[in-house]
């Protein structure tokens, strides 16, 4: 199973719709996907759950906070099967395609766990390796094997979770919204990911190699089937510098994404707008022949 995380810690960017899009998109091309919510918002949960479903069956017992629960004792879960669930109107829509499409649930108090752990590997430095590894250990447990890909969901936030993210991960995607202040947001993240993956390295966890990274832009404002020249001179600038990016965009439809969360099915599936569509599966075929190029 390939792992890859939707990672930026810039808010509102698109992240969640991206990581719900390529899931269905994948999942309709006979894929086995697993999504995983890192985000204490659960915004992809309730893209796929009703909020009834989510408080009711999933937080008692099936989220990602279960797993990092007790971590490093006894009582500490050993496999991550029993967490996951699958959505039921997407499971609907998928059901002649062959694949599959499950998730691993978020919880609201998520951030706060992030906090305890990271305030007690400050008490004990030796738990690092523990702390950092635990999604990586859940996701290349032999039960999943199964699946073709997990895609993580990350908060907008470079805490003890998203790290856990990106040392589980193949592949990160960067969702970017082409404007001035993004572009020291990837310069940013890419720093934070250096110094993660040496420090990680640097505490014998790993070794891990920093994975590779792209750049998707999203909420892109097209005319005449081409973004509009502010957005275009960005885009350039960014390529410029020689940071990776996706040839596909997203373009902005606050019309047709913002509503989409509401019905349990992503926007691929939902056969609203066809251009709209097409782009989305473009994005799909691009990221399948990226990752493909990933070493296995
Ligand atoms: N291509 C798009 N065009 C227009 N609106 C979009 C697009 N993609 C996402 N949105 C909207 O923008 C808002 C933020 O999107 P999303 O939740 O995917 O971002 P995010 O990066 O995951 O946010 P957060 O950092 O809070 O997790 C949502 O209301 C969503 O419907
Ligand atoms: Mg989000």
Same mark, same amino acid.
């Given at each position: 199973?390939?792992?890859?995380?939707?990672?930026?810690?810039?808010?509102?960017?698109?992240?969640?719709?991206?990581?719900?899009?390529?899931?269905?998109?994948?999942?309709?091309?006979?894929?086995?996907?697993?999504?995983?919510?890192?985000?204490?918002?659960?915004?992809?949960?309730?893209?796929?759950?009703?909020?009834?479903?989510?408080?009711?069956?999933?937080?008692?017992?099936?989220?990602?906070?279960?797993?990092?629960?007790?971590?490093?004792?006894?009582?500490?879960?050993?496999?991550?099967?029993?967490?996951?669930?699958?959505?039921?109107?997407?499971?609907?829509?998928?059901?002649?395609?062959?694949?599959?499409?499950?998730?691993?649930?978020?919880?609201?108090?998520?951030?706060?766990?992030?906090?305890?752990?990271?305030?007690?590997?400050?008490?004990?430095?030796?738990?690092?390796?523990?702390?950092?590894?635990?999604?990586?250990?859940?996701?290349?447990?032999?039960?999943?094997?199964?699946?073709?890909?997990?895609?993580?969901?990350?908060?907008?936030?470079?805490?003890?979770?998203?790290?856990?993210?990106?040392?589980?991960?193949?592949?990160?995607?960067?969702?970017?919204?082409?404007?001035?202040?993004?572009?020291?947001?990837?310069?940013?993240?890419?720093?934070?990911?250096?110094?993660?993956? =040496?420090?990680?390295?640097?505490?014998?966890?790993?070794?891990?190699?920093?994975?590779?990274?792209?750049?998707?832009?999203?909420?892109?404002?097209?005319?005449?089937?081409?973004?509009? =020249?502010?957005?275009?001179?960005?885009?350039?600038?960014?390529?410029?510098?020689?940071?990776?990016?996706?040839?596909?965009?997203?373009?902005?439809?606050?019309?047709?994404?913002?509503?989409?969360?509401?019905?349990?099915?992503?926007?691929?599936?939902?056969?609203?707008?066809?251009?709209?569509?097409?782009?989305?599966?473009?994005?799909?075929?691009?990221?399948?022949?990226?990752?493909?190029?990933?070493?296995?």
């Amino acid at each position: 199973m390939k792992v890859v995380s939707v990672i930026n810690h810039k808010g509102g960017v698109g992240k969640t719709t991206l990581t719900a899009n390529l899931g269905a998109g994948l999942a309709a091309r006979g894929r086995k996907v697993l999504l995983v919510d890192l985000d204490s918002q659960a915004s992809l949960t309730v893209s796929f759950f009703t909020q009834t479903e989510w408080t009711d069956g999933l937080l008692p017992t099936r989220t990602i906070k279960h797993w990092y629960d007790d971590v490093g004792t006894a009582n500490a879960m050993e496999d991550m099967t029993p967490l996951i669930v699958a959505p039921p109107r997407v499971h609907t829509r998928l059901s002649r395609s062959g694949g599959h499409l499950d998730l691993i649930a978020a919880h609201r108090d998520l951030s706060d766990v992030d906090t305890a752990l990271a305030a007690g590997l400050l008490v004990d430095p030796g738990r690092f390796g523990l702390l950092h590894r635990r999604l990586r250990d859940g996701l290349s447990h032999k039960s999943l094997a199964e699946y073709d890909i997990a895609l993580i969901d990350c908060a907008p936030n470079f805490g003890l979770i998203a790290k856990n993210a990106v040392a589980a991960s193949d592949m990160l995607l960067i969702p970017t919204k082409p404007d001035y202040l993004s572009t020291n947001g990837i310069d940013s993240l890419g720093l934070k990911i250096r110094t993660f993956t =040496e420090e990680y390295n640097a505490h014998g966890a790993g070794p891990i190699d920093r994975p590779p990274a792209a750049v998707i832009f999203t909420m892109v404002q097209n005319h005449d089937g081409k973004p509009i =020249e502010t957005q275009r001179s960005v885009i350039s600038r960014i390529e410029a510098r020689g940071v990776p990016t996706f040839s596909t965009t997203i373009r902005d439809s606050k019309s047709v994404y913002g509503p989409a969360p509401e019905h349990g099915v992503p926007v691929i599936l939902g056969g609203t707008g066809r251009a709209l569509t097409r782009e989305l599966r473009d994005l799909v075929s691009e990221f399948s022949s990226r990752l493909d190029r990933t070493a296995a």
